[in-house]
């Protein structure tokens, strides 16, 4: 009776609890914020919705950008600081992806230009057809059982005026069934690197 009642009801392995063990998982949806960048911009400018097209990323290649168009006062000189400011929010709250192009437009508001104008259009028109981009994290360890990583990164010579790099950087929370991001940065780098290795080790 024993050896048959033991085998109705084994013991739990470790296998099966892991397999048993619960995963939370949430999305931090900032959807509202998004369409909130894209109507200031409309409120602000001359533009219309229908001007927003769908872009593959937020930045603009510079070098696609006439050389006058750096030297020239942009239109939304006036309001530019408006409007990066609300995209910045954005960016730093849930939109690591958009955080490169705020950083690059947030170093021009006091000296704004034609090119500027451009770049921001772009990330405006970038996040209009983004807007339901979300973070998803989960986790289902014990904080045991997680460690912190941090991935970094830099590109190189990427600023055309004074050839400065940029460090970009993500901290997550990993585990067996955890991965959460808790950070990001992203910051122009203070010294000139001669080779993408040197960028990446400042980083």
Known sequence: ???????????????????????????YKMQGSA????????????????TLKKVPTPCIDDHLIPPEDFRTKGALAPVASK??????????????????????LAREVT????????????LI??????KTHTI????????EDCILVLFCDASFAGDLEDSKSTS?????LVGPHTFCIIGWMCKKQGAV???????????
């Open 193 to 203: 690197s001669h080779s993408s290795s040197e960028a990446e080790i400042i980083a």
């Open 168 to 172: 970009g950087g993500v901290l997550c």
């Open 35 to 50: 369409e909130q960048c894209v109507e200031r911009y409309i409120e602000l400018t001359t533009k219309t919705v229908d």
């Open 125 to 130: 028109s970038y996040i209009h057809h983004t």
């Open 136 to 143: 998803t994290s989960f986790v289902g360890d014990n904080p």
């Open 111 to 122: 000296r704004w230009n034609v090119a500027c104008d451009k770049r921001l259009h772009r």
């Open 1 to 27: 009776d024993k050896q048959s009642k033991a085998g109705s009801n084994p013991k739990p392995t470790a296998a099966s609890s892991q397999e048993q063990k619960k995963v939370r998982g949430w999305q």
């Open 83 to 104: 409007l990066v400011l609300k995209c910045l929010y954005l960016a730093r709250i849930s939109r690591p992806d958009l955080l490169w192009t705020v950083n690059a």
